[in-house]
């Protein structure tokens, strides 16, 4: 009676922060009786130490020394649910997901690591893809982030900011609708508050948002804005190139009023992918459609007779910078498969050679 007590006690004093039944079983199967160890959430992540909140306490804590050798263990990040003892963090709940891309620095060279993750945040409802309809706005920029998006088998909406620079803003709401199929898309303006309570249903009790997008699109203004008060440093745009600076720094955790939690990522440069789990085929589907058509099964879709997809660019039914920008992301995402299972091939291979020179070892010392 007493442990299903204080089982329900945690669960509600943590369910703020995004607490449910999974974590609480996934919690009671490592625990196993050590009532010295609980759990909280990774709010924020510094160079040497971690940031995490359980109930209204906030508190710095670091990380056991297992986790720099024992590399099939989680790392830490923003989001994630974590084991304390000490404050110390001697284990990471498994992920309900993870928001990864291919390690900064590492997009379209083909010289370096290709199974390097950055995880960018973890147990996500809904990430919010944040783009200003000024020198910000590029359309193919958010086919990739959704792409991204999908991958990672997150779910995906658009915000629009800074509509009070036009005095047709929804022309671009038309734009990203007509490639965000089925995405949420919402015009907001910080300025003026314009928009900002369609937002809300985001942020009921419970629920985490992660905001990714360029420096300068508006999400640090946008968290203050729906904050109700200045809680992130912002900065200004240059008006000559129409980039923003990386204010925001860090990755955090913020607890908003309204219940929910919004996790305000740096400005992201480059759009690598880590993954392929078919989010080209939900972001094209008008490609993906005629593709299957196709008289070849292998149509690369650039000069093979029959092809559906270029009859559609053709006629209009598809068009071509559509088609350019699919034919460049799945050629990333096929090198990426190649190269990552080439790497693997690699771990097998230098496996068994460590094998048999064990075996030649044995073999001398029992003829000497």
């Not at 703020?16 to 039944?21: K, P, Q």
């Not at 000490?86 to 709940?93: F, G, P, S």
């Not at 900011?161 to 929804?170: G, I, R, S, W």
Request: net charge positive.
């Amino acid at each position: 009676m007493t442990k299903n007590k204080d089982t329900n006690n945690i669960s509600k004093s943590l369910s703020i922060l995004g607490w449910d039944s999974d974590f609480q079983t996934h919690l009671d199967n490592i625990r196993r009786g050590n009532d010295n160890v609980f759990p909280a959430r990774v709010i924020g992540v510094h160079k040497n130490s971690f940031l995490i909140r359980r109930g209204n306490n906030e508190t710095l804590v670091t990380i056991a020394g297992r986790f720099n050798y024992q590399k099939d263990r989680l790392f830490p990040v923003i989001g994630d649910w974590v084991l304390i003892a000490d404050k110390v963090i001697i284990d990471v709940l498994p992920r309900k997901n993870a928001l990864s891309r291919g390690a900064a620095g590492t997009h379209g060279k083909q010289d370096v690591q290709p199974n390097k993750e950055q995880v960018i945040a973890a147990n996500l409802d809904t990430v919010f893809i944040v783009s200003g309809i000024d020198h910000d706005f590029n359309i193919r920029r958010i086919e990739r982030y959704l792409t991204l998006i999908y991958n990672c088998g997150l779910n995906p909406a658009i915000v629009l900011t800074k509509a009070d620079l036009h005095q047709d803003p929804e022309r671009y709401v038309r734009e990203v609708e007509a490639v965000a199929f089925e995405v949420p898309v919402h015009l907001v303006s910080a300025t003026d508050s314009y928009g900002l309570t369609c937002l809300e249903p985001y942020l009921s009790e419970g629920q985490t948002i992660a905001m990714i997008g360029s420096s300068g699109a508006g999400k640090s203004t946008l968290v203050n804005h729906l904050y109700g008060k200045v809680i992130q440093p912002t900065n200004t745009v240059s008006e000559s190139v129409g980039k923003g600076k990386h204010t925001t720094t860090n990755r955090s955790l913020i607890l908003m009023p309204q219940g929910g939690m919004v996790i305000d990522n740096p400005g992201i440069r480059e759009i690598g992918f880590w993954d392929d789990a078919g989010g080209l085929d939900i972001v094209f589907p008008e490609i993906e459609n005629l593709a299957n058509c196709c008289r070849f099964q292998d149509c690369s879709h650039t000069h093979e007779p029959g092809c559906q997809v270029l009859h559609g660019v053709m006629i209009g039914a598809v068009k071509q910078e559509r088609l350019d920008s699919y034919q460049k992301m799945k050629r990333e995402l096929l090198y990426l498969s190649n190269r990552q299972q080439k790497s693997a091939d690699r771990v097998e291979k230098e496996r068994w050679k460590g094998v048999a020179l064990k075996i030649k070892s044995i073999n001398k010392r029992r003829r000497n």
